[in-house]
């Protein structure tokens, strides 16, 4: 399968809804906006997100496959620094390369805007997810116990970062 990446822009406000919404409904879990919470915003909210955020859509043959943002870290000393946010393949996709594609275009943009690391968070009973980030040399520094109150419990994340600067990783 063949993919097109390429960032959002503020005309793509409507494809990022539903794309968020889609995620937030399946996958409540694994985000912490809700789907509530994202079905109030306006796509006047979401054009102004995109044109301040860098988010990134997966395609193949026109279809919409997936998203993941890349937000660097705003503060001159945390510069080097940037969070690997909002990830989401759909699962018609899954297993087929979309995800690696979108991932891979994420680290390349990242280097090219003078990021050296990479971050995340990540549910703890995401293991597909974890894997994933594995696989693609995320190491874990830390676990943060009651992180996030879902509606019928605590949840457990775990964090990663993966260094882009290191010639011992591809």
């Not at 018609?92 to 990021?115: D, K, M, N, Y």
Request: charged share 25%.
């Amino acid at each position: 399968m063949t993919f097109e990446i390429r960032r959002l822009s503020r005309d793509d406000a409507a494809l990022w809804r539903t794309l968020r919404l889609e995620a937030l409904e399946l996958h409540p879990e694994n985000f912490l906006t809700t789907y509530d919470e994202e079905a109030q915003r306006t796509d006047n909210e979401r054009a102004a997100m995109l044109d301040a955020r860098m988010v990134f859509g997966v395609f193949a043959a026109g279809d919409p496959l997936g998203t993941a943002a890349l937000d660097p870290e705003p503060v001159p000393v945390e510069a080097h620094r940037a969070s690997l946010n909002a990830f989401y393949v759909r699962k018609v996709a899954r297993g087929r390369g979309a995800a690696q594609a979108l991932l891979g275009h994420v680290i390349a943009t990242a280097r090219a805007e003078s990021i050296v690391q990479l971050e995340l968070c990540v549910a703890q009973e995401n293991a597909p997810a974890i894997a994933f980030y594995r696989r693609n040399y995320f190491k874990q520094w830390g676990c943060l116990p009651r992180a996030v109150k879902l509606p019928d419990r605590l949840q457990t994340d775990l964090y990663f970062y993966r260094p882009l600067d290191d010639p011992a990783i591809p």
